[in-house]
């Protein structure tokens, strides 16, 4: 991945999703490099480890819905902004099976991930008007280094509730939004 980064067609830019300031920079330095923005992949997102609800603290609550919705909120509407200039855009929320079915030790995120859908839903019937589409993928438990530094026995009771039995891959995600972004 990191070499198909590196070519004269790629940008990137470092940016905190949380804050709106930031997304809408990056959003400026993007169209200021390809003259307009077509697809947007809202793939931030960060956990923590499970606790009971009554002991979430509450700066944990708060980084979690940062970062989860409302850095989704602040790159939507700066995005949404040029898309609607543009009259067409793709926006792909990733979300989470937390957020359709809730998560034990994971109040917070998946607070956050329903807040997130809810969000997705609403958005994608205002871009409809304007040329826009919005869509979410709701992933399980990937084959990532976050879940790979889950005990070996948390791993296998993951897998002994998922119906193929196994964790999913990267590349499983990957596909889904190719597929919806017309790319595949």
């Known amino acids: 991945l990191q070499k198909e980064l590196n070519n004269e067609n790629t940008l990137i830019v470092e940016t905190d999703i949380t804050d709106p300031d930031s997304t809408q920079s990056m959003v400026e330095k993007v169209v200021n490099h390809y003259d307009r923005i077509d697809i947007l992949i809202?793939?931030?997102?960060?956990?923590?480890m499970p606790k009971l609800p009554e002991e979430i603290p509450f700066e944990e609550w708060k980084r979690l819905i940062d970062i989860n919705l409302t850095g989704?909120?602040?790159t939507c509407m700066?995005?949404?902004k040029q898309?609607?200039?543009q009259k067409s855009g793709k926006i792909i929320n990733v979300s989470s099976?937390?957020?359709t079915k809730g998560n034990p030790g994971m109040l917070h995120y998946s607070?956050?991930?329903a807040g997130e859908l809810g969000f997705t839903k609403s958005l994608a019937l205002e871009g409809a008007r304007?040329?826009?589409t919005v869509n979410s993928i709701c992933p399980g438990y990937i084959s990532t280094d976050m879940v790979k530094a889950m005990s070996q026995n948390a791993i296998e009771a993951t897998e002994s509730q998922i119906p193929v039995r196994h964790l999913g891959e990267p590349d499983d995600i990957a596909r889904c939004v190719q597929f919806m972004v017309g790319i595949i």
């Open 42 to 48: 809202n793939n931030a997102g960060g956990g923590a």
């Open 72 to 74: 989704a909120f602040n």
């Open 78 to 80: 700066a995005v949404g």
């Open 83 to 85: 898309m609607i200039k």
């Open 97 to 99: 099976t937390a957020g």
């Open 111 to 113: 607070a956050a991930k």
């Open 130 to 132: 304007k040329g826009i």
